[in-house]
C-alpha cells in the first residue's frame, strides 16, 4: 500500500525552525521523486522543494531559497524538510507528494506533475 505520512508540524515563532517528515511507506525512492507542497488559506496549492530519485537534484520556490532544506534517508524510506528562519507567511498545511518512476536529474514542483499525496501537517508561524 502505497503512503504518504506526515509528521513534525506546529506553532513556532517567527524566526524558528521546525523539520518536517515524510514517511514513504510503499515507495522506492531510487524510483521516485519526492515534494513538498504548502497550501495556505484562500490560496492555491504551491510547490516549496522537490528532490530527485537519485537524490543528485533538488528545487526549491524561491520563497523558501536559502531558508529550507530538501534531504532524505533512503533507509529509513523518509524525506525531510528542513525550515529554518521561519516567517509568517509561511503558515499553510504542508504537503508530501510523491510522482512515481521518475528518473533523472529533475523532480517536480507543479500540482499536475503529482500522482501521490500524503494528508498534510499544519505549521503556524506566529508569535
Known amino acids: 500500500q502505497l503512503q504518504l505520512v506526515e509528521s513534525g508540524g506546529g506553532l513556532v515563532q517567527p524566526g524558528g525552525s521546525l523539520r518536517l517528515s515524510c514517511a514513504a511507506s510503499g515507495f522506492t525512492l531510487d524510483y521516485d521523486a519526492i515534494a513538498w507542497f504548502r497550501q495556505a488559506p484562500g490560496k492555491e496549492r504551491e510547490g516549496v522543494s522537490c528532490?530527485?530519485?537519485?537524490?543528485?537534484?533538488?528545487k526549491y520556490a524561491e520563497s523558501v531559497k536559502g531558508r529550507f532544506t530538501i534531504s532524505r534517508d533512503i533507509a529509513k524510506s523518509t524525506v525531510y524538510l528542513q525550515m529554518n528562519s521561519l516567517k509568517p507567511e509561511d503558515t499553510a498545511v504542508y504537503y508530501c507528494?510523491?510522482?512515481?518512476?521518475?528518473?533523472?536529474?529533475?523532480?517536480?514542483?507543479?500540482?499536475?506533475?503529482?500522482?501521490?499525496w500524503g494528508q498534510g501537517t499544519q505549521v503556524t508561524v506566529s508569535s
Open positions: 507528494a510523491a510522482d512515481r518512476r521518475r528518473f533523472g536529474r529533475s523532480c517536480p514542483l507543479q500540482v499536475a506533475e503529482i500522482n501521490y
Open positions: 528532490i530527485s530519485n537519485g537524490g543528485d537534484y533538488t
